[in-house]
């Protein structure tokens, strides 16, 4: 499994060479880890909070993974999910630590109340789901357009 060396996984995706078995790591951890996520700490501050979160992750999410697939689609159209899947894991791991090396030293310089970090923690979540789908769409575009001008290639 990758956890970190997304071009590796990339290439290894685009040759074929990630397993039915290593897909189902992927996925089980995808599933595992996400149990976890959608626990809040200003579910009793904000009115409704859970609710809004929850919608905007899932619109956020539902866009994501539509643009993740129309750009397979438009590619090769092939093993979507696989691709999906083993990706979304490094991915994940990269933007997360992005994500806290960003957050951990605004929230110490400037010390904002516990509303004013909830709603900036609920903010990067969304920027950072944002990132996240547009980064796995640029990989699946860089290997379903590279098979595609492969067999291009092989035809000529």
């Not at 990067?124 to 590279?146: A, N």
Request: aromatic share 14%.
């Amino acid at each position: 499994m990758y956890f970190w060396n997304v071009k590796a996984l990339v290439n290894d995706l685009r040759d074929d060479k990630i397993t039915e078995h290593e897909k189902f790591k992927y996925f089980f951890l995808i599933v595992v880890v996400n149990s976890f996520l959608y626990i809040s700490p200003a579910h009793h501050l904000l009115p409704n909070y859970l609710l809004y979160s929850n919608l905007v992750q899932a619109v956020l999410t539902g866009l994501g993974l539509y643009s993740c697939y129309k750009a397979n689609y438009q590619g090769d159209n092939k093993d979507f999910i696989g691709r999906y899947i083993c990706l979304f894991v490094p991915t994940t791991i990269r933007i997360m630590l992005l994500t806290i090396f960003l957050m951990v030293p605004i929230m110490l310089v400037t010390r904002p109340s516990t509303l004013e970090r909830d709603i900036f923690t609920l903010l990067c979540l969304f920027i950072t789901t944002l990132i996240q789908y547009l980064y796995v769409r640029s990989c699946i575009i860089d290997i379903s357009s590279t098979i595609i001008n492969k067999s291009i290639q092989d035809n000529i």
